[in-house]
């Protein structure tokens, strides 16, 4: 491995270590009066009861004051929900009695409430929270419902209609989806006028149908329109929260962009549209809901808070994403409506991409430098040959292993030449230290040598790094692409039970920094594997004491940096490596054997020569040729000319 390949892997692998640190968030500051080592030295202070039991006390409400402030205010972001006692425009929610509805089809659970005509649960049938057999929930079950809609009354009174009370036509509160599909629908009057939610719900897929209609809105909304929005994020259902939070906020897409609002690094967040919006929406790492008008929208609003960080139980990211709507046309009826299409599903590429809207763009890529190459990697080359083979193999371990199977073969001509040009680059060795020895305090007339020599034999000094840096564009998008690919997540492998999360084999009782406290079983054999294929690697390339060093350095940076993320991840580049070992040996008997042809052939010339009378000179014969006189002819060949004229 020469001096080249070296470095740039180096310089890979430096720029792989700071992207893993940048994805990482770091732990957000607590606000609060009293944070955890605070509480414990004031409750741990037993010496004297009397003195100890009012600060006890104390510190005890402010703790449960603290909670208490943290479960609540996710309650308070967004909008304003309560209604006045006394007003009249409106039926209040509180002091009625709540009707739910079940909504049942075959891919989720359902509920939906009088109170507000909202969603209250929405549970995926087919999916479960990591670590346990309860479904993945969308919905905020801590907040009054999750969808809600927001106006100004000409009074300037600010509404939201989740602390309304809704009537319903239907009293069977099961409702089975089937067939050609159910609707449920919810009115509540406000003033002179009216809001209704029509609801359509159809078997056999995520979607669900929305129309919004305002009779007289004139009566209670300002000529600006109202706002739908959803209130709430989607509830953690991965074990590493990090990740997951790292991955989760409210978006929008505008003019062709996506815009986005995260709150994993800080605490708040908040962005605003203006005009035409495409659709907006909040997602989990691996689940979304997403909002899609059929009507021109005037702009959207997101707006993120984070209570508590990845190191307390009670961490919440709580979104709003809302889209602000014109009053709708009436069309020479009583009112008018808006039409909307909820997804409520995962983030399944050949789900999603359907709408033609690029809701898949919310997945998150890496810096805007590398997104350019991996999004399209990703979403127009992995993605679909990934589903197309996972419809003909049972198991998504296996389609890893035929994806790094058939990427090896796609980067085989690549990987090819980069082997050639390294060896070549050996045969050069003698040469290149023979001339640092003739030229040792003279840079420049060793490059000039150097290039030289390069131009005489036909090589390219970076004809082994260029085929190795074209290739590290697909090694990332790989990287961003497996572990947020929701088709593995708790598919089983071996050992590993979930290819999504790491396969851990030991439980360590301890933490190493970047490390963790446990051992991944398909990283460890990664970086075994990586051991001896550079061993490989290194018998035909051009070595020294630093590119041997270099073997053991490099798969242990990337053993400790694999060993948190996902496991499909590690399985494929143990894959890669093998592949790639077993190339790297092919390719060196190939080039050992046309070197062996080649010595073979110019043995056999000589041979002919001989027998065949060639007056060739014979390298045997002469060691070494006579000068050269001023004519050009040596003595000898002077001499047998003389002889012949005689």
């Not at 088709?487 to 492998?493: A, K, V």
């Amino acid at each position: 491995m020469d001096r080249n390949v070296v470095t740039a892997t180096v310089l890979i692998a430096i720029i792989m270590v700071v992207w893993l640190m940048w994805l990482t968030p770091p732990p957000p500051p607590v606000d609060g009066p009293v944070d955890a080592p605070a509480q414990e030295n004031v409750t741990g202070q037993n010496s004297d009861p009397g003195q100890t039991a009012g600060q006890d006390s104390a510190a005890e409400r402010r703790t449960a004051d603290r909670e208490s402030e943290i479960r609540e205010a996710p309650q308070r972001v967004g909008s304003v929900i309560r209604v006045a006692d006394g007003d009249s425009l409106v039926t209040p929610a509180r002091g009625r009695a709540e009707q739910r509805f079940r909504v049942e089809n075959d891919l989720y659970t359902a509920v939906l409430s009088s109170h507000g005509g909202t969603f209250t649960s929405f549970e995926l049938g087919e999916f479960t929270i990591a670590g346990s057999e309860r479904p993945v929930q969308l919905v905020d079950t801590t907040k009054a419902g999750a969808l809600g809609l927001i106006f100004t009354s000409p009074a300037s009174r600010i509404y939201d209609t989740r602390a309304l009370h809704f009537d319903s036509s239907r009293r069977d509160t099961l409702i089975r989806v089937s067939g050609a599909g159910e609707t449920l629908t919810f009115t509540t009057r406000i003033a002179g006028g009216q809001v209704r939610y029509v609801y359509t719900f159809r078997p056999d897929t995520y979607e669900v149908g929305l129309r919004v209609e305002l009779d007289a809105p004139e009566t209670f909304v300002t000529p600006q329109g109202y706002e739908l929005a959803w209130n709430g994020g989607i509830p953690f259902t991965e074990k590493n929260i990090e990740s997951s939070s790292a991955q989760s906020g409210a978006y929008a897409r505008s003019g062709g962009e996506v815009e986005a609002v995260q709150v994993a690094s800080d605490p708040y967040g908040e962005k605003t549209l203006n005009g035409a919006v495409d659709w907006v929406a909040v997602k989990s790492k691996y689940f979304t809901v997403a909002i899609m008008p059929q009507a021109t929208t005037r702009g959207a609003d997101l707006i993120g808070e984070r209570f508590g960080d990845v190191s307390q139980t009670y961490l919440r990211h709580d979104y709003v994403a809302s889209l602000r709507m014109p009053l709708p046309d009436a069309g020479g009826v009583a009112g008018g409506g808006h039409d909307f299409t909820m997804y409520m599903g995962p983030m399944e590429v050949r789900r999603i991409s359907r709408y033609n809207v690029d809701l898949y763009d919310m997945v998150d890529y890496g810096w805007d430098f590398f997104e350019v190459i991996t999004r399209p990697l990703a979403k127009f080359v992995f993605t679909p040959v990934f589903d197309f083979m996972a419809r003909f193999v049972p198991n998504y371990g296996l389609v890893i292993i035929l994806l790094s199977l058939l990427i090896k073969l796609v980067l085989s001509p690549l990987t090819k030449s980069s082997f050639r040009s390294m060896a070549k680059m050996k045969e050069l060795q003698p040469r290149m230290e023979a001339i640092k020895e003739k030229y040792p305090d003279d840079p420049t007339k060793q490059q000039q040598a150097m290039m030289k020599m390069y131009k005489e034999t036909g090589v390219n000094p970076l004809g082994g790094c260029l085929p190795m840096l074209l290739q590290y564009p697909i090694i990332i998008a790989l990287w961003q692409f497996l572990p947020q690919a929701i088709e593995i997540r708790q598919q089983g492998f071996l050992w590993a039970a979930d290819l999504s999360a790491p396969d851990v084999i030991l439980q360590l009782p301890f933490t190493i920094p970047f490390f963790g406290d446990f051992v991944a079983g398909f990283t460890l054999l990664m970086g075994i594997s990586m051991v001896f294929q550079m061993k490989i690697q290194m018998a035909s390339t051009p070595s020294n004491a630093q590119a041997k060093i270099f073997t053991y350095v490099m798969p242990v940076m990337l053993f400790v940096i694999f060993n948190r993320l996902a496991s499909g991840l590690s399985l494929y580049y143990l894959c890669y490596n093998v592949l790639t070992a077993l190339q790297q040996r092919l390719i060196n008997r190939q080039i050992a054997a046309e070197s062996e042809a080649a010595k073979a052939a110019g043995d056999g010339v000589g041979a002919a020569g001989a027998s065949s009378g060639n007056k060739a000179p014979r390298k045997s014969r002469f060691k070494k040729a006579a000068p050269l006189s001023k004519t050009g002819k040596t003595k000898r060949s002077y001499l047998s000319s003389s002889k012949k004229r005689k």
